[in-house]
């Protein structure tokens, strides 16, 4: 018993050390990258390994944003993309930089992900298949249209739900607990 | 529409001195461009007066923002983001965006981009976007379903139910004769409480002594309950009858029309959506025509002829029955809507609990393989549990609230039993009258618990009904003209200003021109997504081409009969279907005259042979569901020799060798060298060598053609073809580096 445990332990490391060895992640951080803005865009200026592995700076006049895990971490594991979509690196945390980078990269990502936040729902009505809404929002009064009403919404947390109307919108209720108990009776059905 | 037309106005009034004539193109935006959510009140537009130079101009709640010459611009394009939409483009080399909006926006942005795209080159904007964007219902709002053309609450419901008639016409007397049978059994069935009332008043009484009348209506009584039960038998039989010859009619039109359709009418809708159409609607419409409208018209009826006597009788009585009704009928409602919230949700975990065996099951080496056995265990506990919870609550709350909800709403006759029973006691009312009476009240409150529901019912079918006539009544977008022609395929191709896209948004293909003449093998070559999947599709006339033509012996393909066509073209897939029976069978589908030695040629020379006779059965194996698993490089040699059996002029391959072994890619390949010689071939593949045959390589990029030649010339231009040969003996040299003879 003891034995083995001996043997299994070094195997583990030695596939750690292994993954980490076939594929090199490169991690942008406040030390080998600048972000700035040009008109509405972001820049990149970066120091990060060639195809060769030695380091090289680098500047991509206009890089985008993707979320890796956009429900559970919105701002972080943030991967960077150059204009043929291929990943620069990746972003830890937007909190390790600077306030003024942080600002750059949260407008950034607000802009291409919108989700009003849902803060009360006033119907919900049934009819052929289609579940028509009309609710509150961040962003004002709202009406959109689900398709398939089940599958619409998106389960991203115990209490917190998406909703994807027949357009590709999302509406975000971040806690299902917070909501009245008048909205929270008309979407309970489905949940 | 007419939206937009409001918009040109909504420009002009922002600008006085615009005329409607002068907008090229108007549309809104709704979130700020600078970033964060706040919703603002944007319209863009370009304009063209007259001489002067096309502007971009952009508004905001009414003023102007900015305003750019269009020579200016470049380079419009759509770019996505998550719940949202953008147009981007360059100014004067640098990128900016235009505007942004919710992702409800998305087609029209497309359609906006394509149409500015246009004007820029061509100073044309012919381009109809707005008929594209016909998504909501522009009398009501609403969206039409997807994979519809009309909006289902606006149509004339009542011409449907005319064309449904029509369908169901030729059975006429049929259903003349079940209604009229419904008319009987329920006038007999307003019988027994009367012979009940004699038999109670003038026989059962203690000083009857005539037995034989006694017995007679005892005989009545049996005939009549006999009568009824064999005339509802005759009845059903009929209402089975006509419905089913309605339905098999309906279902096979609907089948019959979803095999003419085009592939590009066919994509608009799911398999699952018109799997329903064939045989959910249908059956929908089966059960209003056999049940639904059966039972409509004996409730009615019941109701009828039961009111009608009961007012006759005593008309104090029967408006103490008629008065409750409608609380009856709206207290049964209620009820019946909170108990489908409740059955809602148990079906909600009951459909979840097969989709988790679903998943187990399907994905269980993966379970076994990393040993997750006991916690998938605890994951089904976990939701049967739900489940059992959800059960038992509702099972509970019914079996309380059932009972008591009956006893209130049988209240009402006890409230009849005390007046009855008190004109009995005053002589006014016999024993054998309160039993016939309280029998009548007991029918009438059948229907009303019916026609609650019925409501529902009508509306599913409506729908039902709309649905499969919107599909009978869709446009065929590939059709054979009526001077189709039947021609001989020698197999020169050309293709002449080709342009496609799958949709408005987007095109696949751009403005290719390209010449085959007959015997030469063509290898298409290119990046996944370039559109060499699409170039073929447009040969067979899967889709017809947008603009310009495609012409095999100088006839334009839309002038020849598709059947003509498609006889002439072998063709094998990358994804290989085969069709449930045997591999014969498969072979022969195409042909299905062959004789046994063409199959067994075809088959050699697919190098299908030798696998097939390995088998017990041979070419008799049964494949498909139930069947024997065939590899994927058995399943395409099959799909060869289907291909080649009726030995087609044109012979198209995509990635039709990419499951094989190189070993016996190479023999096929020999083997289909030797045929090609006077056939032409069009051959696409990832894995280049496979190509080596081909007299000339097309190579694909951004749906254009970006080069052309044989393999010699485009190695030695160094382009994108020899990137491609470069990577993959890279890959070759990485897979086996002792023995790369050929690098």
Redesign the interface.
Known sequence: MEEKTQVSLPVGQEDKTRLDAVINIIYLTTENSRFSK????LTLKATVPNENGEPEEKSW??IYLHRAF?FDMADKYISVLDKDKKEIGLIRDIHEFDPETQKLLT??L???????VVTKIYSVKE????S?WVVDT???RMSF?L?DT?RSLLKAGKDRIFIID?????YEIPDLNKLDFKSYKKIE?YL | MRKRDRLNDLVCHYDPSLKTSDIVVAFEYDLNTDSADTRVDGVCVLIAMGEAEPEIRMYCGGELKESHPLSDCSDFAISSGVGCVMIEYKLKGEDRMLCRADNSYSKLYAAVVKRINRYKDKKVYSYDYEETLLRFCPKCGRPIRPGMTVCEHCVSKGKYLKRLWDIASPYKWYIFLSTALFFVVTLINMLPPYINRILVDDYITPKNDVLVGFLSVIGAMIGVHLLSRLITVWRNLTQISVGNKVIIRLRSMVFEKIQALSLSNINRRTSGELMNRVTGDTRQLNEFITRDLADMLQEVLILLAVGIYLFVYDWRLALMIIIPMPIVAFSYRTFWRYMRGMWHRQWVYDSKVSSVLHDIFSGIRVVKAFGMEKREVERFDRITKDLRNTQIRNEHFFAIVDPILSFIMGAGEFFLLYYVGNKILGGEMTLGEMSQFSAYVSIIYGPLRWIASFPRRIVRTLTSVVKIFDLIDDKVDVEDRADAKEITINGDISFENVSFGYDETADVLKNINLEIRQGEFIGIVGKSGVGKSTLINLVMRLYDVNEGAIKIDGTDIRDISQNSLRTQIGVVLQETFLFSGSIYDNIAYAKPDATRDEIITASKIAGAHQFIMKLPEAYSTRVGEHGYTMSGGERQRIAIARALLHDPRILILDEATASLDTETEKQIQDALQKLSKDRTTLAIAHRLSTLRNATRLIVLDKGTIAETGTHDELMRKKGIYYGLVMAQRQMSKMSNTPANKTA
Not at chain 1, 38 to 41: D, G, T, Y
Not at chain 1, 166 to 170: A, E, I, T
């Open positions: 040009v008109n509405e865009f006049p206009r956009p407008e950034e607000e802009r291409k992900y919108y989700a009003p009819r052929y298949g289609f028509y961040s962003s004002g249209t398709q089940y027949m357009d590709g919108n999302r059905l």
